[in-house]
């Protein structure tokens, strides 16, 4: 695949644009080979080039917040990690995919140097589905390659409001060893909810986990996810606050409203409802923030299809009005997936309130089934049974009594404590012990 010969540079951060297969990856990664695999590939988005990407090693230091008071005590170990990785991607036909992302690194005079794989290169150029744009200012104020991880995957699903994944899924993407966190509750106490208070505390998204099982056993995870509308206090200097500023012509300027960063998806529909639609750049981009780009797309497509059937004079405002009045009737498909989705989580309920009524059933049915056996024991030896009820022992110590000593040890015992005052069970049982031996 070719590289494209322009790409569009924002005014200032570090926003990375990937394909969501690299997003939902499998490696074996720490936090520091992870945000260093990360910032070679918005080195390569930024420089449109693959191979020679150099950059000073305090730069990295600072860009990607890597705690160490000399770096060339952790950089060659971790550059070796990096060059080693291989990442498996799944393909749309669901294959799997082993890529290494970064195959050669080299060190000099405080200069660090990577080549990318071509092969991964549809995975960060020409994106126009699919994809997730993030600013890594964000992931590396997380300190773990699961928080990293998991805040990755829960932004590509920010718009949704949720991620929902088998706890396999979620042991693959956040890096849970099935071996040494076999148990869910391990894996939660170690991995998820560390991660979680990581990301809550230090990123601008809030994620919420919530645990769905089938039956007694936790098999799935949905973790809902909010935009901040600010960052967390202290986490952020006003020079990372500025740089969620895209457009060339706002300014760092306190009085002046910071807009909110499109994706390349949204401003493509943006362009589009300016240039065919007759919409201004300042509705357009009101449209996306208040109905989504999927709603707009749709009313374009609409618009569109009525355009072919008779020629509409003045489609600017007939456009607008497509939008106000959802020509497309797409707000009721949305709304056709959320009682779908309602139905579904309501269908689960029901199945785990089954599921608990029937394992009350099945441990009643035990019960009386061990009860059953208990009587039919005592049953079969009614003079040991009156013996030692009338010492008040329960039927059920009896029993067991009955299936472990010989009846005859059992009468030897009774007759030699009959008319003892303060019997127990246990002391009887002690001296049945004593007596077998």
Known sequence: MG?????PREKSGLWLTKDNKLVSMHANMTATTYKLTNYFLWRAQQENKLDGL???CRTIIKDCNIKATNFSEVLL???KK????????????????VRQIIPNMTYEDGILTADINPKVAPYIYGLKRNFTRGNMLQTNKCDTYAAIRLYETCNSWARTG????????WRSLLGGDKEIYARFSNFNQKIIKPAVKIVNENTDLDITPEYIKTGRKTTHMKIHVTKKSYLPEGKASEAELNDIVVESNITSSPTVEQEVTFTLEERDV???????????????????????????KAQMEYVRQENLKQEIKRIGGYFRKAIEGDYA????VQIEAAKAEKAEHEEIAAWNKDAVKMDSLFETASQSSEKALEQSILAEHPEVTALYQGMGISDDRIARWLEKYSEV?????????????GITADYIEANLNVSEK
Not at 3 to 7: A, C, E, N, S, Y
């Open 3 to 7: 590289i494209p010969k322009t790409l």
């Open 329 to 332: 009737g797409s707000k009721q």
């Open 77 to 79: 170990s971790e550059c």
């Open 54 to 56: 150099s950059v000073d």
């Open 82 to 97: 990096v060059a080693l990785t291989q990442i498996s991607v799944m393909d749309d036909n669901g294959n799997w995919k």
């Open 409 to 421: 040890l059992l009468f030897k015992i009774a007759f030699k404590l009959q008319g003892q005052s």
């Open 162 to 169: 949720y991620a929902y994944y088998s706890i396999e899924e």
């Open 270 to 296: 943006i362009r589009k409802m300016t240039k065919e639609y007759r919409q201004t750049k300042k509705n357009a981009e009101s449209y996306i923030r208040n109905y989504g780009v999927e709603y707009c």
